[in-house]
């Protein structure tokens, strides 16, 4: 097993390794998908979520569109994307969001949402209005939904993956010994049975996981195990990296090596694909794996 040296807690207060240094944002076609979010009152994880992809992605035409509004009923000690009681959902965002995907000319597209608890159907009407509107607008482009925990709401989770769509996505978020102070609402067996449910109705599944928490090896390993049995198809893997002063601190900046370690072995564990990477998030680089 591959031993590398981590950042010190007085180096990670101060400065980020030099492999997490990314371009701001700039040129033209950032311009435009700025200019379309804004002009279709559309939410992205990418702003939502401070992702530190958002220049190059939005450089290259494509953005995360984030859907049942941008306030969220979980309060997950990683995540940017604000807490609390979220206002009246939008009818008329998946013809907005579609409209918009069409104007981009997107090839993959991808979109998530935040957790609607409140909501008796967690939003799934809005999420299956979306995903067919959006193949309505735009025949010839593929569809990957990164959706929330349902709470066991299985009813719910069918009509969110029967629009159409080519990937099902659920994240795991952190190894199973982390969950309680890192997703506090979440559950990892019930999350696992969301993908092995998923997998079952006939979609291409998918997860992420973040390091950096204070996981072990033998920790990552195990989730992957986990995650292959009950039927995920792509793993992504990549560095937690602290939002804001309120949120969990970085444990350590994992090296780049570590992160080619993670590929191979998840790999070998039975993945059709694995995206491991310090910048790796659940949408980075998401029509490699079609």
């Known amino acids: 097993m591959l031993e590398l040296p981590v950042v010190s807690a007085e180096e990670k207060r101060t400065r980020k390794p030099n492999w997490l240094r990314v371009k701001l944002p700039i040129g033209e076609d950032y311009r435009r998908v700025r200019k379309l979010v804004d002009e279709y009152k559309l939410h992205t994880i990418c702003q939502s979520g401070n992702c530190p992809n958002m220049g190059e992605c939005w450089g290259a035409g494509t953005a995360t569109f984030m859907i049942l509004g941008n306030v969220c009923t979980r309060s997950c000690s990683f995540c940017a994307v604000k807490t609390g009681r979220p206002p009246e959902y939008d009818e008329d965002e998946p013809r907005r969001v579609a409209e918009a995907i069409r104007l981009m000319e997107v090839k993959h597209a991808v979109i998530t ?81 969301q993908i092995k449910r998923t997998k079952e109705y006939g979609c291409r599944t998918k997860s992420g996981i973040m390091v950096g928490l204070g996981e072990t090896d033998e920790q990552v390993f195990k989730i ?67």
């Open 224 to 290: 992957m195990d986990d995650l292959v049995d009950h039927g995920c198809d792509v793993l992504t893997i990549g560095q937690y990296l602290q939002p804001t002063r309120m949120h969990l601190e970085v444990a350590s900046y994992v090296h780049p090596d570590k992160f080619a370690e993670y590929k191979e072995v998840g790999m070998s564990k039975g993945f059709d694909f694995v995206e491991s990477g310090p910048l790796v998030r659940s949408s980075y680089h998401a029509e490699r794996h079609l």
């Open 113 to 193: 949402s935040v957790n609607r608890d409140e909501l008796k159907d967690r939003g799934a009407e809005i999420w299956y209005q979306t995903v067919k509107l959006v193949k309505e607008e735009s025949p010839t482009t593929t569809i990957e939904t990164l959706i929330p925990d349902v709470r066991a709401n299985w009813d719910a989770l069918i009509r969110m993956i029967e629009g159409g769509q080519e990937v099902v996505s659920h994240n795991m978020e952190t190894v199973e010994a982390l969950y309680r102070k890192v997703r506090p609402q979440g559950k990892y067996a019930r999350s696992l049975e």
